[in-house]
């Protein structure tokens, strides 16, 4: 069994191409292509925009008795997409591009217009000035004109800019020099002042290295009495038996007793041997106070403590027991 996707076919010994019959076929006969809409359109027939890019199956044909330089003008046939009218289209191998021939109108074609326009105009003017030298003589002194004005408002405008903008170099060299010299003495200063300040701290440096400070004195009599040792003020221990001897007015209000003990005063009584230990400590401190009374008194602080509190209570009720 043969394949059935050959590339070369039998051909038999006996085989005569010429007793095959050919089909005659047109000269300008129609292709169907695809392509796509090489401009923007409008339809006549229902007003609807193709734009450019749309794809179509079109019918291609060659443009009978026409051709530019040799080359083939080829014609295009499509339908528009909502009322199928025909639309018919060719080459343009001249100026590149398409040319509509029926059934639609191209848009956006104002600037292809004008530039079409400004061509031709160019090649009339250079048509004229080579038929006409008068005319040629005439563009010659326009052109001249026209340099020689373009070059006075160029020199207009460098005057201008000059009024404008006025730099002096050598002032501003001045003035730069004058500032850099200005900062430099402010440093200088700032420095001498820093070196001053670190001497009256930490001394003078002699030549060998050494960095002496002069101690400021005041007088003699302080510094002697800087020298003296300060004497600590004793604290004289007083015993609970004591305190319920002494009269409470010379107490000190601001110190807060326990809240929790309630002192009896009513029910203290003053002891006999309380009382002469208190006569014997007021006979003995009378003297001290007659020799030096310039010297202040030391100060006593009694603590209080709830203890001393609930022993001087229990000691006041023993007395008054006894004495019942």
């Not at 008795?65 to 060719?90: A, D, P, Q, V, W």
């Amino acid at each position: 069994m043969s394949e059935r996707k050959v590339l070369n076919k039998y051909y038999p010994p006996d085989f005569d191409p010429s007793k095959i019959p050919r089909v005659r076929q047109s000269k300008n006969r129609q292709f169907t292509v695809r392509l796509m809409a090489p401009f923007n359109m409008k339809c006549k027939t229902c007003g609807e925009y193709i734009y450019k890019g749309k794809k179509f199956n079109a019918r291609k044909e060659d443009v009978e008795n026409e051709n530019y330089l040799g080359i083939r003008i080829y014609r295009f046939y499509i339908k528009c997409t909502r009322c199928l009218s025909e639309i018919s289209f060719k080459t343009d191998p001249q100026s590149t591009d398409y040319v509509v021939e029926a059934g639609a109108t191209r848009n956006f074609m104002a600037l292809k217009l004008a530039e079409e326009q400004a061509v031709r105009e160019m090649e009339a003017e250079k048509e004229e000035e080579r038929t006409n030298p008068m005319k040629l003589l005439e563009n010659r002194t326009k052109a001249s004109r026209g340099e020689i004005e373009m070059v006075e408002t160029l020199e207009e405008l460098k005057e201008l800019n000059k009024r404008k903008v006025v730099v002096n170099f050598d002032d501003m060299l001045h003035r730069y020099d004058e500032e850099r010299q200005s900062e430099a003495a402010l440093a200088a200063a700032a420095e001498i002042e820093d070196e001053q300040l670190i001497k009256s701290v930490f001394g003078e440096r002699t030549g060998d290295g050494t960095i002496v400070k002069r101690l400021v004195d005041d007088g003699g009599s302080s510094s002697d009495e800087d020298k003296r040792p300060k004497k600590q003020a004793k604290m004289l221990t007083i015993k609970a038996t004591d305190l319920l001897a002494a009269p409470l007015n010379n107490a000190p209000r601001n110190k807060k007793l326990n809240p929790l003990v309630k002192i009896k005063t009513a029910l203290i009584k003053p002891n006999s041997a309380a009382a002469s230990t208190s006569s014997s400590t007021s006979t003995s401190t009378a003297p001290t106070s007659s020799t030096a009374p310039s010297a202040p008194a030391p100060i006593v602080k009694p603590s209080l403590g709830g203890l001393s509190l609930l022993g001087s209570y229990s000691d006041s009720s023993s007395h008054s027991d006894s004495d019942n």
